[in-house]
């Protein structure tokens, strides 16, 4: 065999090995999925090269490539559209232009994207809030906060919470010409987490006279404490959200120090004087039999608690909504909860559903057997489905 030979052979060896993730048999249309799914990892090894070279950190160059997303507040036939902000926060704001006679109903949307990524603007996030809006006759605000790495928590729970608090006035309901008694909060990945912060701070909110009806946690992340949950080992290689990307989110979340990143990685971060929270994200308690299957539970070890005294936000309840006990949970609105199989987050969207049952909270738990993270903003057909299983289970109970 020649150089040449052998030299493109190997290519041709490297190029399937990148293209060629193996997608589990129930996935629809695999080849969209593969192909997106390739320039995804394309452009995210790209900004690793650039991070390794020291030109930019890997969440500002994607933050910076995915600014094409961005679409202006266009208002269309059905839903006028426009951009203002909420106690100093932008939001963007939906509302039907079908006549109705009485107030409509309010949803409050919170983007995902790590709390380092993604904006109310981004195109995808733009198309859910209209047809949210226009479907449900509701008005939708779509919120922005501050992302990571510039700004760490509490900064990203922060804006969203003062910016629900401001649309949550009478003076801004009645602008709006929304119903106070039908008001709802969601978000999907990051934004579920902090939809699911929120809901649970409003609880004990003294200054907030309004009851919210319902909250929608899609695909949610609400713990940080255990990062070898059976959804993670399953999945720690699995396309859009692969776990050290997870681990990267969440770290960021707290510090651009990358010794709690490393510390997460091994799953060594939680020190041994919190070690009673384990029993918040103790998978094989709060796990049904069929998540479990395979996997053995193994007390997480303790790490240093320099570290955590360093950045104590990964401990906090307003980070990781699991961390809640009960008392907490007990009295949040009726709650819908979407998992999907090939997600690492699946386990915490699974766990809180345990949770909040044993606490009396009406939950709606919708697993999808075929689904995987980040599918409702992505347009395949999967997609689709999970918008409408969404959109239907607010229509019924918001
Ligand atoms: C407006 O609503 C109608 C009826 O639901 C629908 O057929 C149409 O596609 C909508 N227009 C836009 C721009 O979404
Ligand atoms: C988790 O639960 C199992 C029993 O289901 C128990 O043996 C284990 O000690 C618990 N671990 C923690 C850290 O709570």
Redesign the pocket.
Known sequence: MGRRTFLLLFLGVIGAWYVYTPLPENIEEPWAVLSMQTSMKTVSNLMLLVEFLGISHYMTSSMYLMSFLETPPTS???VTVVDTTFHNTPVRVYVPKRETETPRRGLFYIHGGGWCLGSAEFYIYDLLS?RTA?RLNAVVISTNYRLAPKYHFPAQFEDVYNSLKWFLRQDVLKKYGVDPTRIGISGDSAGGNLAAAVSQQLLRDQDVKVKVKAQALIYPALQTLDLDLPSYRENAHFLALPRWLMVRFWSEYFTTDRSLEKAMSSNQHVPAQSGHLLRFVNWSSLLPERFQQGHVYKNPSFGSAKLANKYPGFLDVRAAPLLADDTQLHGLPRTYVLTCQYDVLRDDGVMYVTRLRNAGVQVTHDHIEDGFHGAISIGLKLGSRLENQYINWLHENL
């Open positions: 269309d036939e059905n209209r226009h």
